[in-house]
């Protein structure tokens, strides 16, 4: 590993930025988003860089270029030279905000595209309420810190909670839901119950949306209508249960902790009306075809 990974917090603090050009105005941009007080020069001063926590030059002339990058460094000042990995102390990786949720990826300056296209398919597996999920643990960190004193206990309450039902409520847009869940999962000695989606299949399976083929791959138990066509239904991951919808229990299924795909031919949100009693307090939503 040539650089080490690492998030600065630049909240009220000076970087700047030399250079005048698209790529100098977008790390400009980038930086003001995290927080920063961004100094933009077209040209490089050596005064400029008094104050500074950091620093980004791009569309400078070389020899301005040059002179940021050494200045800085021997400074101590974090600096980096877009596209010029030996001007850099530091690499701007591919970013994926999902605030608070911030994922960084770099190649150590070797391969900048291959950094973007990896990014690109990390972004396409996240789940778009990552960052709501993030957001909500932090609103009950001190409580559940509280509850659970013993950081071992407390981590095994978050996993369990964190791969089922809150975070599912969170993704169905029920954050208030989803700290009650993580809250009750603290005081709860018996496993966290499950989850039912309402899930529209489709005609092919890259019809399917990408949120219903994340829960298809996640899901314990598939339970499907007979007119589900068996490519859509092998989506699903190769160890599920998959059984007829008909005369299957969705209730105790989940009631004992499994994550449950109902896999609807028709609309997933008839189906949720038609069967939502028979769920007997289990929590529930519905995926609709996109």
Known sequence: MRFFPIFLNLAGRRALVVGDGPAARRKAALLAASGAVV???????????????????????????????EAAQAAGVPVNVVDRPELCSFIMPAIIDRDPVVVAVS?????????????ARIEAALPPGIGRLAAVVGSVAAELRRRVPDIGKRRRVLERALAGVAAELVFAGREADARDALLAAAAADAPAPGFVHFVAAAAEVDLLTMRAQ??????????????????????ARRDAGRLPAAGADAAALAAAGARVVRLVAGDPQAACLREAASLRGIAFAVVPRG
């Open 39 to 69: 100094l933009a020069r077209p040209a490089f001063s050596p005064d400029d860089l008094r104050l500074c926590c950091v620093a980004v030059g791009a569309d400078a002339p070389e020899a301005d270029l040059r002179a940021l990058s």
């Open 107 to 119: 190649t150590g300056g070797a391969a900048p595209v291959l950094a973007r296209l990896l990014r």
């Open 214 to 235: 994340r829960l298809l791959g996640e899901a314990d138990v598939v339970l499907y209508d007979q007119d589900v066509p068996a490519a859509v239904l092998d989506a």
